[in-house]
Each structure stands twice: as C-alpha cells, then as structure tokens.
C-alpha cells in the first residue's frame, strides 16, 4: 500500500490539509497526518486540528510522497523547520513524490528543490526566488515535484496525488464518489 506524509504546523491552511488527507484516504493511501509539534495545533482561520502523530515520531518512516499545506504563518513554520528541509531533500533524492500547494511551494524553494524548475504558487510566494519558472496554472508538475495554487484547487492537487500514487483508475473512482 502506497503511504504520504501531511504535515501541520500551526497556522497552516486547514482546507489544504484536510482536503489532501481525506482525498489520499479514499484513494486507499495510508496517510499520516504529522504536526510540528505535539497536541492540537490552530490553523490559519482558527480551526483546531488534532494530528496523529508528531514530525519526530515518523521523522525516519518511509514515505511514497510528502504533501505540504500552505497557509500562513504555517508555510512560514514549515520553511523555518531545519527538520522539514531536510526530509524534503531527503524525499527527493529517493526519487519520491514531493508536493506543496498554495504558500507552501516557498518551503521547496528554501529546501533547493524548484531552481531551475516550474512551479505555481499563491500569488508572490515564490517571488524571492529568481530561479523558478513559475506558472499560473492551477497544478504544475516537474518530474516528482507538484505544486498548487491555493485553497480553490485543492480538490484537483489532491485527485491528482491520488493518480499519481495509485493510478488513473483509482482517480476516476474517487472523483466518482465525490459527486463534481
């Protein structure tokens, strides 16, 4: 069974978060949601979410892909987190899937995984970075790095994770089931 990684740190965009984890779940992808730290963290419009588990506790476990919510301060906590750069270096050395949505594409940035690459981003999150050829596109892909523009193409960021780990079949039928 394929397996992804979520991760939540406080200020994070909860619709991201939970739209991913839900979509890669009906998909029969065993997700972890990890938090930055332990207990119940707020998200960027002060939802209170409950991760499974901590980033520690799962910071060594294999993982098929790496998904990363935006928001904000959130993406802000992630890109600041020594332990998040390096298990997204980590990840894309391996040749695993390594994906960010909306402010969340800057944390791939800093970790050195988009120069020279396209991506999309909420608008002006990735403007300090000159390297990247950076895209309007609701979902951009290069090789194993997909990036999404906010909250309003969640759903298809994560159906497309969903193909990408478990086919295009799997895809249809979640989509089905979703009734869009």
Known sequence: MKTALVLFAQG????????VVNILRRGGITVTLAGLSAGVLRGARGI??????TLDAVLHD???MIALPGGQPG??????DARVLNLLQNMAQQGK?????????MVLAAAGLLDGKQATCYPSCLDDFPN????T??????????TSRGPGTA????LLLVERLAGKAKRDEVEAGLVR
């Open 12 to 19: 994070s965009e909860e619709l991201e978060t939970v739209t």
């Open 48 to 53: 209170t979410i409950a991760p499974d588990t």
């Open 62 to 64: 294999g993982f098929d």
């Open 75 to 80: 993406a802000n906590h992630l890109k600041a």
């Open 97 to 105: 899937y390594v994906a960010a949505i909306c402010a969340a594409p």
């Open 132 to 135: 990247i050829r950076i895209k």
């Open 137 to 146: 596109a609701a979902i951009v892909e290069d090789g194993k790095l997909i």
């Open 155 to 158: 759903m298809d960021f994560a």
